[in-house]
């Protein structure tokens, strides 16, 4: 891969891991506040709230350094009505903005609970909008390895799985930090049980996901024309190592480690939820990474 696309594989991860880490706050929000309480929810929920600004920040700082002149992300928005990368750049500002906002209301405690809730589902919507935009700007017909649904997919895909795995993490070290001062009640403590249940079942789910497309995906390069041919041939260098250690990292991590941790955390000890939600996410966001590099190595155009 030119090396000249790491910037988009910084800031396509970082966006996305941002806006799954978002949409599944709001879940447990919206799911969990009824059952464990509008405070033990906060306590977890808040901290990690405040962890997207600067990931989403990097992403987007990021994306500019591929433009070459920061300056010129001024002129990219110039053509919302017809250009998908214009709206890439217009919705991922607008989230931005969104979120800033929507984490000092947070913590400022303005506004109604019902008003937060509505600029948070706001926020959120245009966070997957972002996502969208984000995949259809590689739906390139004259690049067969991009222009394929399964760039969508696995874009969502992404996006889920690497928030999810990213909030289950934060719960834990939040918890972790706060528990030698005594500040965990036990509706926290059931919180977090039951959050990591969940996000550990969504994660083995996302993760049969990926190894149904990945495989059909591999398929339909494998009868397509010259160029999906030659897409097909650089994603299986070495042999297909770096794509097999790819699909066994995020099976450790989604798989493996999901599966211990949606048992664990029934009755595991907070030192073991620890170890699996943290080592978890950092597998799955590691063969993510190079699931996103070898994406932008799959590039062969038809014509000039």
């Not at 991860?13 to 059952?35: P, Y």
């Not at 999906?228 to 798989?255: D, E, N, P, Q, Y």
């Not at 955390?265 to 950092?282: D, M, P, Q, W």
Request: aromatic share 10%; hydrophobic share 55%; charged share 10%.
């Amino acid at each position: 891969m030119n090396t000249h696309e790491l910037p988009l594989v910084a800031f396509t991860i970082l966006a996305q891991m941002s806006v799954g880490s978002f949409v599944i706050l709001g879940l447990v929000q919206l799911s969990l506040v009824r059952k464990h309480g509008q405070e033990a929810v906060d306590k977890l929920s808040t901290p990690a709230l405040y962890a997207i600004g600067p990931a989403i920040v990097l992403g987007l700082i990021a994306s500019m350094l591929h433009l070459g002149n920061p300056i010129n992300a001024l002129n990219s928005i110039n053509h919302l009505g017809s250009s998908w990368l214009s709206r890439e750049i217009f919705s991922g500002s607008a989230f931005a903005g969104l979120g800033a906002i929507f984490a000092v209301v947070q913590w400022r405690r303005w506004l109604t609970p019902l008003l937060r809730q509505i600029l948070a589902g706001i926020t959120a919507l245009v966070g997957l909008v972002l996502v969208w935009c984000m995949s259809m700007v590689y739906m390139l017909p004259t690049v067969p390895a991009w222009n394929h649904w399964a760039t969508p997919v696995s874009f969502f895909t992404t996006t889920f799985l690497l928030g999810a795995l990213a909030i289950g993490a934060a719960f834990v070290i939040v918890y972790t930090v706060r528990k030698p001062n005594n500040d965990e009640t036990e509706a926290t403590t059931a919180l977090l049980r039951t959050s990591l249940r969940r996000i550990a079942a969504s994660s083995i789910v996302l993760l049969g996901v990926e190894f149904v497309v990945l495989p059909t995906y591999f398929l339909d390069l494998a009868n397509g024309g010259p160029q999906a041919h030659a897409s097909a041939a650089i994603l299986m260098t070495g042999g297909g190592a770096i794509l097999l250690t790819r699909l066994i990292l995020v099976f450790l991590g989604a798989g493996l480690l999901g599966f211990f941790l949606y048992r664990f955390a029934a009755k595991g000890t907070e030192r073991h939820l620890t170890y699996l939600a943290t080592g978890a996410f950092a597998l799955v966001l590691i063969a993510e990474t190079i699931g996103r590099v070898m994406f932008y190595s799959s590039f062969d155009r038809i014509g000039l």
